[in-house]
DNA sequence: ATAGATAGTTCAATTATTGAACAGTTAAAA
DNA sequence: TTTTAACTGTTCAATAATTGAACTATCTAT
């Protein structure tokens, strides 16, 4: 790669991840509507898929504080959309699952994030847009190989 | 494309979609020092590469309210790394500009986030990342006609 | 002329996040 | 065994970012 090439699709990597991010974020939003923030959504989402989820867990995720995290979650809690469950074992841990009603909000608010990501996703081709998702794939194993060395 | 398939490839979507903007924005905060937000370098950023900038127009593409901008404007023109220029034939408008101690420090902290992002590009095959940002400014394209719609 | 639109700002209220201190619990060292 | 250190989650005050409404100044179209 010639040097002159690298420096270009390092900026177009740039300016794309921003503009892509930002009007994304503005999609999801718009589709759910204020009956959650983007966040909310994100975090009953990864509640949703994830086994013995902890607060913990939250903050490395979403690259926050503990504290941050409690609020969030606190905020969930007092819509009565998720449960607090302590191990039973180790006293200190609180697991993080859906209530029936976080469930549901999720499951409706999840399938309209869903249709509006397929309806972008729906026109390419298959391959085109399954090679895209490998090498996305490539690049969050490189950066989270770079966050270790952290 | 078969149903499950497409399922699969949206779910795999937005999950990295929102790992690799974290970690992203996690390492350039890393690269930025608290010499500046995350958002200040890209305001910056945005401010250098664009002729006859505005508050209107910032407020558009990051997706704020315009008193938002004023805000974030503010802060930068304190440390004086920005200059506010009024267009002379439309007296509304304010131009926004680097300073010279503005663009110094841009160009400073831009140097670090560009080998950041090289030493991750830099990893590929220059086909595969070329495809892949091919297909990222398509992503983009299909986003902004969404938001035309709305 | 005037009515309506536009650009940017101010300011109070809301929201999200941090950082430090804390309680309770567990694991490891002396 | 006792003590020390580490870990989990929470509270709370301080800080930062964003909104929404009201406002000034300016421009455009009728």
Known sequence: ????????????????????????????????????????????????KTENCTS???AKVFDVKKSAITAVITKLWDQDLIERTRDQND??????TLTEAGLELYKKTEERIYNL??????????????????????????????QEKQ
Chains 1, 2 share one sequence.
């Not at 699709?9 to 939003?29: C, M, N, P, Q, W």
């Open 1 to 48: 790669m010639s040097q002159l090439s690298i420096k270009e699709l390092v900026d177009r990597y740039i300016d794309l991840t921003f503009a892509v991010h930002k009007k994304g974020e503005s999609l999801v939003k718009e589709q759910l509507q204020s009956e959650l923030s983007n966040d909310q959504f994100y975090t009953l989402k990864y509640i949703y």
């Open 56 to 58: 913990t867990e939250l």
């Open 91 to 96: 006293r200190r841990v609180v697991y993080l």
């Open 117 to 146: 990501v397929e309806s972008i996703i729906t026109q390419f081709e298959e391959q085109e847009i399954k090679q895209f998702i490998e090498t996305y794939e490539k690049i969050n194993n490189i950066l989270s190989a770079l």
